[in-house]
Nanobody, 126 residues
């Protein structure tokens, strides 16, 4: 089970940190992704971190967002800085089996992810 939290309302240029708490997983064998869905748009991949801490980012968030993981706390994070109105969306975390703690596998395709948490809403006001 995955549970995302940390969303809220922030002004343009502000920061938020999203958290995703996982239970029931041996997290060393999973890559974790963050996705978002804006009103009227399809869900898109934002960032992903592999079992071995390899990271991938969508072009739109590179340099502004940072994904991280703490397997001991069973928690994953998405630090979002310099937020823009176009970042407004419901953000979801998701997990995909990577097969090995040393895996560098990442993906920004929602089709690759089988386990999803509920979303947390991020609103960036202009």
């Amino acid at each position: 089970q995955l549970q995302a939290c940390g969303g809220g309302v922030v002004q343009t240029g502000g920061s938020l940190r999203l958290s995703c708490v996982a239970s029931g997983y041996n997290l060393a064998y999973y890559a974790i992704g963050w996705f978002r869905q804006a009103p009227g748009k399809e869900r898109e991949g934002v960032s992903c971190i592999s079992s071995s801490h390899n990271t991938t980012y969508a072009e739109s968030v590179k340099g502004r967002f940072t994904i991280s993981r703490d397997n001991d706390k069973k928690t994953f994070y998405l630090q979002m800085n310099n937020l823009k109105p176009e970042d407004t969306a419901v953000y979801y975390c998701a997990a995909v089996w990577s097969g090995s703690p040393s895996s560098i596998y990442t993906s920004l395709s929602q089709r690759d992810f089988r386990s999803w948490g509920q979303g947390t809403l991020v609103t960036v006001s202009s």
